[in-house]
């Protein structure tokens, strides 16, 4: 049986970090497992990170989210074909979702879809995941759940529901996501998402 990629998505708040720790240290006790995060833990990630709260080009931030993505794809590549599992935390979808909601006014005044843009660049050297578990909640639940948080441009309910609203139209299309109702505890979501996860590593989808 192949290695597996499983990403963890959905909007700021919807508990994906807390979850896929959880399901990632029930795991690697049973299966050959590692866990990364987008952005990156490296000079790049902290890059993108760091421009965040800052003035840049909105096209300068989504550059800089794929170039990270990019370097990601070749170190999850080698982990895929030595046989071990990978489970990240965001992958290329925050990017769809997000730099399409973001880039969306500004390149529809050329004509151009910010989906299509955002995912025709990447087409050529992303990989795409095995299984992707999409967290959905309500953004004001999100918010709520953030509020302790010093808030990034992002964090904002209006423009969290055109990323989850892009995410949905996303996981309309593929079989590969599988949507996980966020409001519930989470010990309940964290066996939902191991069940899920097991099936997939297992063949049966
Ligand atoms: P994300 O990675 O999606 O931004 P986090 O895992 O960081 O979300 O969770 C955001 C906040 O919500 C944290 O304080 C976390 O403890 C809390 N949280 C996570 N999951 C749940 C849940 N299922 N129910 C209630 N609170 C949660
Ligand atoms: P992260 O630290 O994972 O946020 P959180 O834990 O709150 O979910 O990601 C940082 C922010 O970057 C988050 O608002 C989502 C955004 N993001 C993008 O806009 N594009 C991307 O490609 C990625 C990976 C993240």
Redesign the pocket.
């Given at each position: 049986m192949h290695a597996k990629l499983i990403t963890?998505e959905?909007?700021?708040?919807?508990?994906?970090?807390?979850?896929?720790?959880k399901v990632y240290r029930e795991l690697r006790k049973k299966i050959r497992i590692v866990f990364v995060t987008e952005p990156t833990k490296t000079k790049l990630g902290e890059m993108v990170r760091d421009t965040m709260n800052k003035n840049v080009s909105p096209f300068t931030h989504a550059l800089l989210f794929m170039a990270d993505h990019a370097n990601l794809v070749e170190k999850i590549r080698k982990y895929l074909e030595n046989g071990t599992n990978v489970i990240c935390?965001?992958y290329n979808d925050s990017s769809y979702a997000y730099q399409a909601a973001e880039l969306k006014k500004v390149l529809s005044k050329h004509n151009i879809d910010s989906l299509d843009y955002l995912m025709n660049i990447q087409e050529p050297f992303t990989i795409k995941p095995d299984l992707t578990l999409l967290?959905v909640i309500k953004p004001e639940t999100?918010m709520k759940?953030?509020s302790?948080?010093k808030k990034t441009k992002f964090e904002k309910a209006g423009f969290l529901g055109d990323v989850q609203n892009v995410y949905l139209k996303l996981a309309a299309k593929e079989k590969r996501y599988k949507k996980i109702d966020?409001?519930?505890?989470?010990d309940?979501?964290v066996n939902e998402c191991i069940r899920k996860i097991e099936d997939t590593v297992a063949g049966k989808k």
């Open positions: 963890f959905g909007i700021d708040g919807s508990g994906k970090t807390t979850v896929c720790k935390d965001r967290f999100a759940r953030i302790f948080r966020a409001n519930r505890s989470v309940e979501i």
